[in-house]
């Protein structure tokens, strides 16, 4: 990869380094911020403030913005309209030609499954109310309402309908009655759903269905929504290799520290309960965890960043299903005190008998004592 940096000329030899290095501080500024959040954040037991409050800000609102990572997520694509029409859109080709490229470039990273769907006869939640606006023309919708916008009860939205977490796009065609609906302070008038999706309204221009040409400025503002759902920094804005490389990086680290964390906890769990069992299984997915967490840290210092994302999902999916084992989280779930509530009523009958027998055995005895004395 070739990183090309214009400078005006200048004699002094300096100035250039002092700027190249600036530039390439700037680039990565980004990613050294998300690492360290995630350090800070994975510290066991500490509340370490951060020298830069604002950095340490910044970046918890990115990690509360962005869906949890997955191999694979499902994109819903809906269109909602209140009234009949439009009731289709060519939204196939649209996305062939807008969004697929896009997510191809995603492919070391995850993978992704889309479907689509139209749903007419579908209003917003009866809680939004816009008002009209004679300055702007429109109808406005406050932005304090729009966490009330989606319909939940109406609206055909299954979270969990693909193989992975689901990211909801939705395009909300406004009535005819209640055109032009705009949202306040809004160039673009869409917004995103943290972890969720994103929405945006489209204000009618016929009763038709929408085109590619209609649909193209949603596709390409649903687009850099997901962007932004899936973290990808946004720092160098003309190279999206350069991001990706460093989204990749940022995964690897999140999931080598969080498969880190399961280790831990479950080997804190095993010191606080010695009589639990360890099946065979778990052994072998604990050592399977250590070893792809090895090869992580390796690759990640060999500069081989998709190798070490590709071992440190393994790793994560190993730690979940050495900490989840049914057979360890049933013991877990049963400590020695209900054991012993369990048992007992059994052994009970069986103690009896052989309580009486022991005493009918000992007052012989104790009577012969007594006698001889």
Known sequence: MVLGIGHPASSN????????????????????????QLLLSSSSGTTTKSTN???????????????KYAPTYHLTFSLFTPGAFPSAWDIESTLEHTLKPLLASFSSISNF?????????????????????????????????????INAAEWPLNPGIGAGPTLNFVLYVAAPDQSPLRIEDSTTNSWII?????????????????????LQPAVEMFASQLLSLLG????PAISLPLRLSTLTRVRAANLLLSA????????RLVAALPSISVPDSVAAAVSSTMSHLDATCANLHDGQFTQALQNAKTAEQQAQKAFFERSMVG????????????????????????????LKEIKPILRSRMRSH
């Open 53 to 67: 409050q604002v950095i340490s800000t910044t970046e918890a609102k990115r990690s509360t913005r962005t869906a």
């Open 232 to 235: 990808l920094p946004t720092e």
């Open 331 to 358: 013991q877990v779930y049963f400590p020695d005190e209900h054991k012993v509530a369990v048992y007992l009523p059994l052994l009970g009958p069986m103690a009896v008998p052989l309580v009486m027998s022991a």
């Open 194 to 214: 943290p972890q969720w999706g994103g929405v945006m309204i489209m204000n009618p221009t016929s009763d038709k269905s929408l085109s590619e040409t209609d």
């Open 13 to 36: 030899p300096s100035v250039l380094a002092n700027f190249i290095a600036g530039r390439l501080q700037s680039m990565f500024e980004e990613e050294r911020n998300s690492i360290r």
């Open 113 to 149: 499954t889309i479907d689509t769907q139209v749903q007419p006869y579908a209003t917003f939640s009866p809680s939004v109310r816009p008002a009209y606006s004679d300055v702007q023309n429109a109808w406005i919708i406050p932005r304090e309402e729009l966490g009330g916008f």
């Open 260 to 267: 880190s964390s399961t280790l831990g906890s479950l080997a």
